[in-house]
Structure formats: structure tokens, C-alpha cells
């Protein structure tokens, strides 16, 4: 079984500035670079056929490319996960836009529809299922924000757990936007 998801890799400098406001929350798991993306679409575990069906899919997806840029932070209330903290993204409509057409596109091979609404979110830390005073952090970084920067591609991303947390296989197929 492979446990999949398509997903946008920011670049080097975005990524350099979230690892820069990671730290001074006990308890927290901080992300690593090699694991910091925006999940468009998560999948999960499907068998090799699948796999191999989404990927010519992503590798023929066509879409406009868009700028987005970071905005602030927050933290998602969950119960088996603690409260991962997030850095936002936005402008949200046209991120919303094209999950759904990576959500369409996985629809059509038979997967189910996302029941969620989608949040566009870099994940930056996890707790497990510990509970930790997160308000000096997210007082802190409120204001985040960046320049800026292209999505220009999308990629169908590979995850398996580990006693340390997920290592991520990144671009298994990677769609340029058109």
C-alpha cells in the first residue's frame, strides 16, 4: 500500500523563513525542510494499481500557476493530533479552486470526494496527543507573512510513519503549471 497526497513544495527561501520561527514551544515536533509542503489533496493508502493510475493523472494535470503568499499562523484542535501549529496561505479562493480540481480529478478514477473544507496550510510542528500553551507562540508570529511566491507545480507525494514521524518521498510525479 502506498499512503499518498498531492502537494505543492514551497521554495528554498519560504521554507528557510518557516524554519526560522520554530522553537520555544515545549513539547513541540518541528517539521524538518524535507517535510514542509502544502497538502492540495490527501489521499491516503491506496494499493499499486491506484498509485499508479493518480500518477499518470498528476503527470498529465494542467492549471494556471498562481502567486501566494504566507499569512499568519494558527493551530488546528484535534484529537489524535494534539494541536499541530500551521503557517496560512493565501489568497484562498484560487488555492480552494484548484483543490477542486485535483479533488475532480481523483473523483473520476473512483476515489471519494474530500468531505472536508480545505484550509490551505504548511504544517510546522505536531504534538502527538499532548495538549501545550501555544498563545506566546502564535502571539508571536500573528503577523507572518511573506513576498510573494509562484505555485507553479504540483506533485504527487509519498508518506510512510516512522517512529520519528512521516519521511516524505517528494515529486514520485510532478505536473508543471501550464
Not at 476515489?111 to 502564535?138: C, N
Not at 507525494?157 to 510532478?174: F, N, P
Request: aromatic share 8%; hydrophobic share 40%.
Amino acid at each position: 500500500m502506498h499512503r499518498l497526497f498531492i502537494a505543492y513544495r514551497p521554495p528554498a527561501t519560504i521554507r528557510e523563513q518557516l524554519l526560522a520561527i520554530m522553537g520555544d514551544v515545549a513539547g513541540a515536533k518541528w517539521q524538518r525542510d524535507d517535510q514542509l509542503h502544502l497538502t492540495l489533496r490527501y489521499i491516503g493508502a491506496v494499493d499499486g494499481r491506484t498509485a499508479e493510475e493518480i500518477a499518470q493523472m498528476v503527470e498529465r494535470f494542467l492549471f494556471t500557476p498562481f502567486d501566494v503568499t504566507l499569512s499568519g499562523v494558527g493551530c488546528f484542535e484535534s484529537r489524535d493530533q494534539g494541536q499541530p501549529l500551521w503557517a496560512g496561505v493565501s489568497p484562498e479562493a484560487p488555492l480552494a479552486a484548484l483543490h477542486k480540481k485535483v479533488d475532480h480529478m481523483l473523483v473520476r478514477i473512483g476515489l471519494p470526494a474530500e468531505q472536508r473544507r480545505y484550509a490551505p496550510h504548511i504544517t510546522v510542528a505536531r504534538f502527538g496527543r499532548m495538549k501545550a500553551d501555544l498563545s506566546d507562540w502564535l502571539n508571536a508570529y500573528a503577523s507572518l507573512s511573506s513576498a510573494p511566491f509562484p505555485l507553479d507545480h504540483i506533485s504527487l507525494m509519498e508518506s510512510r510513519l516512522g517512529r520519528d514521524g512521516g519521511a516524505y518521498y517528494h515529486d514520485i510525479v510532478k505536473s508543471e503549471g501550464q
